[in-house]
């Protein structure tokens, strides 16, 4: 494999121009090399500007750019280690439609994704196609990626944006994302689908009553105690590792903090613990989360504001001397200014309406 040294050579006139040499003779095998030696150099990133080697490429015609992303697999995963080439095969495939694109492309290129936070709608769009052709469904991997993009692009840029995605994203509704033990097991355990789709429509900084009254009547349904251990089971294993590695970002290690859609679903359901009858046992569930949650990741701050105040106003809720002690250890261990401050008002709420001496707790 090639040094770090050679980062960037891909701007270089005299690489293009040997690119472009490969190309214009037909010498397919000899450009797949090439690529493959650059994506070991640049460890798998383009960096360009002007005319580049990603400008050559992308000129060919879909069917030879098609062809020559399988030579690019075949040698990349039988080089000694093999070259990642997932993110070098995405700006070759950027524009080839989903009818163009062949499986054994199509499935390298959906495992190389599952390993990253987002990707550009219209590649993911253009994968789930390919994949319910060939399948009959979108893998869940893939599906999760779909879900974080859909969630960062709603963020940062205008309405409309993820519009390539929300097939899939209507189609899979209701289920969790996998890669995180707690979701993966949630999926598998939970006594209906309308728990886990009911915990997914839960919004705002504290639970709307119709959303609170429906808990109250579900819970019942679903087996009441049982179902509230489970979820208690779910939230202790919230902070293992990801079963599905995530690649490094710019800014964070996004294996530190939840996935974005499966966070949704547990601010549901702790929303559902807060507004229906609390267990002794729900009090230490929801410290546990709330302490990880208010932990700093470096680069990112708090792993989940949101989770770490729906986890407060659970505990505020259960309106009990061992969730206002809990919040008080909560608070001593030292937490990012917004969760303290919300611990502290919870606690004088709650010291009142107890009648407890905060400072004795």
Known sequence: MLDRPLVSRDKYPHRVAHIHGLIEAGEDDGLAAELVELAAANGDVWRYDG?????????????RRCALTLRVI??????????????????????????????????????????????????????????????????????AVIRRTAHDVDKRWPTGASDPLRPWLDRYAGRLNVGEPWAEAADAETPAPELITHAL???????????????????????????????????????????IPLAGGDRFDPN??????????????????AVTPSREDDVAAVGRLVQYSGEKVPGHGPRSQMLAHAGIYAL??????PALREMARLRSLGQPPGIGAALTGAIARRSVALGVDPARL
Do not use: M
């Open 51 to 63: 005319a580049t080697v990603r400008d050559e490429v992308l000129a060919l015609p879909d069917a």
């Open 74 to 143: 075949e040698r990349a995963t039988a080089a000694t280690p093999p070259v990642p080439v997932g993110r070098l095969l995405v700006q070759i495939g950027r524009g080839i439609p989903a009818g163009a694109l062949s499986w054994g492309a199509a499935r390298y290129l959906i495992d190389a994704v599952s390993t990253w936070s987002t990707e550009r709608p219209e590649t993911l769009a253009v994968l789930a196609e390919v994949a319910e052709r060939e399948t009959g469904a979108c893998p869940p991997a893939l599906l």
């Open 201 to 243: 429509t839960a919004s705002g900084a504290k639970p709307a009553s119709r959303w609170a009254q429906h808990s109250q009547d579900l819970l019942p349904d679903l087996g009441g105690d049982t179902t509230r251990t489970l979820i208690r089971r779910w939230l202790t294993l919230v902070p293992r590792p990801r079963t």
């Open 256 to 273: 530190e903090v939840p996935d974005p859609h499966n966070a949704k679903a547990l601010r549901g359901l702790l929303y559902l613990l």
């Open 316 to 321: 505020e809720r259960f309106s009990t001397v």
